[in-house]
């Protein structure tokens, strides 16, 4: 998720443990924004999720890279396909970004959020599941990564934003996959609060759904993550 949270001071401190790949593709301490798809981008889950990994392995360097392209529809993540509204191509541009990234390091997890513009109509909706399993294949054949965790995480799910029925069919999607494809997990977005949209989180909201992704990794890495590594 490109995050679109007011950032605070809490969001800006250096951590020199937890980096993150520039749009420069280069490695500074992460501080928000850590995206670049829109001038609108500001705090999501992405650093708070950083930090609590460096929190439990206090030996480890942890790179995260920001590869989220705000609104943009399941079928956008595919070779070759531009999404009009940013001009960019979010699926090419992903995989050139993380392949540059493992020079300097292991890949340990994906982390998802992505869903909204699939949630719009009944016909994305019911296809949803297959081109989010799709898209997790092909994830893992080009990233050599068919063991590491993919963690997806629910939609805003807000009582003044009821859900209809499209929704509730992309949310399904994502709590189906810890039963459907192996080294996955869901992230619930229970309690959480929107910025006023009715879409997006608010900042703490932002930062404890980082939490939630981080506690999510650690039931999928099983203690397997290193200290060394």
């Known amino acids: 998720m490109a995050g679109r949270g007011t950032p605070e001071m809490v969001d800006r401190e250096p951590n020199p443990r937890v980096l993150m790949f520039t749009r420069?593709?280069?490695?500074?301490?992460?501080t928000e924004p850590m995206h670049f798809d829109r001038s609108a981008a500001g705090v999501g889950p992405g650093r708070s999720f950083g930090v609590r990994i460096a929190e439990r392995f206090p030996g480890i360097?942890?790179?995260?890279?920001?590869?989220?392209?705000?609104?943009?529809?399941?079928?956008?993540?595919?070779?070759?396909?531009?999404?009009?509204?940013?001009?960019?191509?979010?699926?090419?541009?992903?995989?050139r970004r993380a392949k540059l990234a493992l020079r300097d390091g292991t890949l340990k997890g994906i982390l998802w959020h992505q869903g909204e513009s699939d949630a719009k109509g009944m016909e994305l909706a019911r296809a949803y599941e297959a081109r989010l399993h799709d898209l997790i294949r092909r994830l893992r054949e080009e990233l050599h990564a068919?063991?590491?965790?993919?963690?997806?995480?629910?939609?805003?799910?807000?009582?003044?934003?009821?859900w209809d029925d499209a929704r509730k069919l992309v949310d399904t999607a994502h709590q189906a996959l810890p039963r459907k494809?192996?080294?996955?997990?869901?992230?619930?977005?229970e309690g959480l609060q929107h910025r006023g949209d009715k879409v997006h989180f608010d900042s703490p909201s932002y930062r404890e759904l980082g939490s939630r992704y981080a506690e999510a990794f650690f039931r999928l890495s099983s203690g397997k993550l290193r200290d060394h590594e």
Request: glycine residues 8%; charged residues 15%.
């Open 24 to 30: 420069e593709n280069c490695w500074v301490a992460a």
């Open 61 to 95: 360097t942890v790179g995260l890279v920001p590869c989220a392209v705000g609104a943009s529809a399941i079928e956008s993540w595919r070779p070759g396909i531009l999404h009009a509204a940013t001009k960019k191509h979010p699926w090419d541009d992903a995989l």
């Open 146 to 162: 068919h063991d590491v965790p993919f963690i997806a995480g629910q939609l805003g799910k807000f009582p003044d934003a009821p």
């Open 181 to 189: 494809v192996p080294h996955t997990a869901f992230v619930s977005a």
